[in-house]
Structure formats: structure tokens, C-alpha cells
């Protein structure tokens, strides 16, 4: 089991910067992949980003690439979301998701909302 809490939402104004946090609660997360999914009011949930941790392997979605990285703390088993230039569609509620070796992500955090401003 590993629970995932989020962190670092809020409102911010279009081209300006946010980072979000995931601090799971788990012995080690080398045998994990850790991501981020986004999901907007009326739309379905889309992938962000995700980062193999014992490697730091990272990929991410098309809307976001070049925009969008992410860290991680291993001390702290913590996940970082930083996102830059930041547009009016990037308005979501976030969450920080895990799987293993499968395609399934069958842990999910409770979500950080993004809202983005004129």
C-alpha cells in the first residue's frame, strides 16, 4: 500500500510558475513509478508526467513537454511537480498516482487544485 498526499495548489496568473508536491508514505519507492495526472472540470483525466524512481527516468504528456518537469526528493519520498508557464488550460485538480510494473495505477492521491488567472 502506499498512500500519496498532495500539496502546493493554488491560483496563480497565466505564464507565472508552480510547484506541486507528493509526499507518499512508503519504505522505499524504488520498485515504483510515480505520476501526475491532471483532470479539468467536464474532461477527462490526462497524463502529465510520470518519473521511474530508482532510475529518474521522466516522460511526460504532449500539452505539457517543455513546460512541465519533474523531481523527486529520496530522503523525503517525496514527488515534485514544476511547472512553468503556466496557460489558462492547465487549470485542474492534480493528482499524484503510483503503479508498479503493470500500466495500472491503482494508487491515487486526493487531488491539488491548479487554477490558472488572467
Known amino acids: 500500500q502506499v498512500q500519496l498526499v498532495e500539496s502546493g495548489g493554488g491560483t496563480v496568473q497565466v505564464g507565472n510558475s508552480l510547484r506541486l508536491s507528493c509526499t507518499a508514505s512508503?519504505?522505499?519507492?524504488?520498485?515504483?513509478?510515480m505520476g501526475w495526472f491532471r483532470q479539468a472540470p467536464g474532461k477527462e483525466r490526462e497524463f502529465v508526467g510520470s518519473?521511474?524512481?530508482?532510475?529518474?527516468?521522466?516522460t511526460f504528456g504532449d500539452s505539457v513537454k517543455g513546460r512541465f518537469t519533474i523531481s523527486r526528493d529520496n530522503a523525503k519520498n517525496t514527488l515534485f511537480l514544476h511547472m512553468i508557464s503556466l496557460k489558462h488550460e492547465d487549470t485542474a485538480v492534480y493528482y499524484c498516482?503510483?503503479?508498479?510494473?503493470?500500466?495500472?495505477?491503482?494508487?491515487w492521491g486526493q487531488g491539488t487544485q491548479v487554477t490558472v488567472s488572467s
Open positions: 498516482a503510483a503503479r508498479g510494473i503493470t500500466f495500472i495505477w491503482p494508487y
Open positions: 512508503a519504505g522505499s519507492l524504488d520498485a515504483y513509478t
Open positions: 518519473i521511474t524512481w530508482i532510475t529518474g527516468s521522466t
